[in-house]
């Protein structure tokens, strides 16, 4: 008896607290939106910067922003893992749910207008590049890369370059080897290296990003500029010559690779250069990060660098871009931090952490080493061409068909399934 | 308290009453109340979106822009002619037949040497079972590098002239063409199928134990007069009374294996020509990555079906087992 009033009484109890936990979040939430609109919103800013100097960019961008607008609360909501995948899982429910973050982290191209402008989320930002006077300060190139139907959508922050073929400098001088320029003389030399039994080309497409990396150049290479950008509008089709003409060259630097590519991350890939086990890599700068940073290599002494064969005056951007979402509650706050991070300030303060080189045209070389200035001045000259890999090309839908098609090939090496795979995924690519 | 008393008066003498008039009493209520909430949640939260995720998989929802319309089983239909996807589902089947007969036959064998009681049996079980206590994830990451080529158990096996490419090995043993895959068995799932068996045997161990040592002593003592040798007790007599415990295993591996995700993961990823890709993996990258919701959502199903077919008849039988 006394148990069975003992068990009610808990129910009530239970039932009690669940209601007045309820209310009393709900007055506390209450409290809260208060506050807030006598304080300001918290402008949260979301990314996947979680990394050892990427974390250090991004927060010594939030100290200039707050040493500017000190009244303004910040949050650093970045997500880590996955290079994204989880901070993009993230913010596509949020956005689904129509709970935007104040401003987030996004690849310039596809992925901002195919993805997030195309589905209607993401305010212009026209006014802030011509109040901020933006608008000669970013190569027009890059402007296009953020705009869509004549509407700007985000503000790059950063630029990594894609097309660089990094390679061991002690083995390309104990073997008499000159670093290749076009296709032909890669494979004399990744013949030479063979022959000798060092690993001509390191991959690591343990993440098959990577070799889809790889595949990128060789069509930038093969194609050029204005072709490779073709491609990705559906004005140049895949069952061109050209195309069969790369993916044969793809198919036959995959000779020269290591064993163990699919045991492998980029990082663990770069290792064999470092350690003199291969010669050449085709890589993002995010290498030279790692090289120097983790590694503690010196550049132009213990590895070298040029651009991929072929893609000389030619520049793979990969921009991570800051944009501002419809429905957020303090868009001006969100532009005054779009406005640093567009600065020249902004940039230089998180650029060289980062181990990236400043979007703007107009930063201060000074504050970066002998490679960043190098790329700042071929940022300037190159032809732009936007990354497939990284999501700028086109909708990372493709992109994830794409990574598919390419793990496949990279063990099958079956050319024409490859291609028409492409050419059959590419037909959700707009006219 | 007064109120109490009166409705323990009542049932006291009202009890046969009660019972055929089939009137709740309080304790029913009570139960009720209790249940409520969890049998809310549960139907909310998993079967309410098992039928959302159900109702995605027919929609046309392959982007970041919600499409509720109605695409019948095209989705379906797209997953079973992709060749990701066939090959997901030959690494599926070919993971879980070698996991489970592994797990089955060492755990049984692991169990009776346990019960020959040894000294220092406990130490031996805990050594089987700690291996449970670790995430797949911390699992994985370790036999990744167990099992890297370039590393790992190779710097041991090379001077032997045995070593292996394991989870890099893109070769199909016994393959022939089916669809657009070889199918067979692919060698790198070996090295998986390594890893996991050594994460989950301690469990079937455990039960196996529990099962050998509630077998009473009288059954083997009649075997021994009647003059069965120890390999004829085991074989004719102990290992079919321990039938019921295997159903059991089978049934917790195979809704393991089924739907792994973190194991592979952390160890292999999709491996080269997708020779370690399993629908987990699948779902989670073209859900999250490709955002292809639908399909995403499509090879959830096929997931949730095929655990479906191990665990619905097993159900079945416990109820009328039951009654």
């Known amino acids: 008896m006394r148990k069975k009033a003992s068990a009610w009484l808990a129910l009530a109890l239970g039932v009690g607290m669940a209601l007045s936990g309820c209310s009393s979040s709900n007055s506390s939430s209450d409290n809260a939106k208060q506050g807030s609109q006598k304080a300001g919103e918290k402008l949260e800013i979301f990314s996947w910067w979680t990394g050892a100097g990427e974390e250090d960019g991004l927060k010594a961008l939030i100290k200039l922003f707050q040493e500017k607008y000190p009244d303004i609360q910040v949050e650093n909501a970045a997500v880590a893992g996955g290079a994204g ?52 300060k970013f190569p027009k190139a890059l402007i296009d890369m953020v705009s869509k139907d004549g509407n700007i959508y985000s503000v790059p922050v950063n630029i990594h370059r894609g097309n660089v073929l990094w390679y061991n400098k002690k083995i390309f001088a104990d073997n008499g080897l000159k670093p290749p320029k076009t296709f032909d003389e890669f494979f004399q030399v990744a013949d030479k290296l063979k022959a000798k039994g060092i690993t001509p ?35 140049l089709s895949f069952n061109d010559p050209q195309v069969k003409q790369a993916v ?8 020269y690779i290591n064993e163990d590519h699919s045991s492998r991350n980029w990082q663990d890939a770069a290792q064999l250069v470092a350690e003199g086990k291969a010669a050449m890599y085709v890589m993002g700068d995010w290498v030279k990060g790692y090289f120097v940073n983790d590694l503690k290599l010196k550049v132009n002494e213990d590895f070298g660098y040029v651009p991929v064969p072929n893609t000389e005056g030619k520049f793979m951007v990969i921009t991570d871009t800051f944009g501002l979402p419809k429905g957020v509650k303090n868009p001006d706050d969100v532009k005054k931090f779009l406005a640093v991070l567009g600065s020249v300030e902004g940039q230089d303060a998180f650029n060289p952490l980062k181990g990236s080189i400043p979007a703007r045209i107009d930063a201060d070389p000074s504050k970066y080493d002998e490679y960043g200035k190098q790329t700042m001045q071929d940022f300037k000259t190159a032809e732009l061409a936007p990354s497939l890999a990284h999501g700028s090309a086109a909708p990372e839908g493709f992109v994830t068909k794409v990574n598919q098609a390419v793990n496949i090939f990279v063990t099958q090496k079956d050319v024409k399934t490859f291609i028409d795979t492409l050419a059959s995924a590419a037909a959700e690519l707009k006219k | ?22 009137k709740w009493t309080a304790d029913h209520w009570l139960a009720a109340a209790f249940l409520a909430p969890s049998v809310v949640l549960i139907f909310l939260f998993v079967y309410g979106f098992i039928g959302w995720t159900g109702y995605v998989s027919v929609s046309n929802w392959n982007s970041l822009v919600p499409d509720w319309s109605f695409a019948g089983l095209k989705n379906y239909v797209y997953l079973f002619h992709d060749f990701r996807f066939q090959a997901d589902l030959r690494n599926t089947l070919v993971f879980t037949v070698l996991f489970i007969a592994a797990v089955i036959v060492l755990g049984q064998l692991l169990a009776i040497l346990l019960d020959q009681k040894l000294r220092g049996e406990s130490l031996f079980r805990n050594i089987f079972f700690f291996p449970m206590a670790l995430s797949f994830v911390v699992t994985g990451v370790v036999w990744q590098w167990l099992f890297n080529p370039s590393t790992g158990v190779n710097l041991f096996l090379k001077p032997l002239g045995l070593d292996g490419k394991w989870y890099t090995d893109t070769n199909i043993l016994g393959g022939f063409h089916w669809g ?24 079937a161990v455990a039960m196996y134990l529990a099962g050998l040592r509630a077998i009473p002593d009288e059954v083997r003592e009649a075997a021994r007069m009647d003059g069965a040798t120890e390999f004829q007790l085991y074989w004719k007599i102990i290992l079919p009374l321990l039938r019921p415990i295997t159903v059991s295993v089978i049934i917790i591996m195979a809704h393991i294996s089924l739907k792994i995700f973190d194991l592979i993961y952390a160890m292999t990823g999709p491996g080269a020509n997708f020779v370690t890709d399993v629908p987990g993996v699948y779902m989670f990258e073209t859900t999250f990555r490709g955002n292809y919701y639908a399909n995403g959502a499509a090879i959830a199903i096929v997931m949730l079906l095929s655990v479906a077919i191990f665990i619905v008849p097993y159900l079945i039988s416990s109820r009328k087992g039951g009654s």
């Open chain 2, 180 to 203: 657009k895959i070889e199918f067979g068995v692919p060698v790198a799932i070996i090295a998986v199928v390594v890893a996991a068996v050594w994460q989950m045997t301690g469990f």
């Open chain 1, 85 to 136: 995948t989880n901070a993009k899982a993230v913010l596509a429910s949020r956005m689904q749910g129509n709970d935007p973050p104040s401003t987030f982290q996004v690849h310039g191209g596809a992925e901002l207008n195919e993805g997030w402008v195309a589905a209607g989320k993401m305010e212009p930002l026209n006014d802030l590049y011509e109040k901020e006077g933006w608008m000669d």
């Open chain 1, 201 to 235: 080309l390191a991959l690591g497409d343990k993440e098959p990003w990577a070799a889809t990396h790889l595949f990128e150049n060789v069509l930038l290479g093969t194609l050029g500029t204005e072709n490779y950008k073709k491609l990705w509008t559906g004005e």
């Open chain 1, 248 to 255: 044969e060259t793809f198919k036959k630097m995959l000779g």
């Open chain 2, 1 to 22: 308290m007064e109120t109490v008393n009166v409705t323990t008066t009542e049932k006291a003498t009202a009890v046969p009453v009660v019972r055929k008039k089939r």
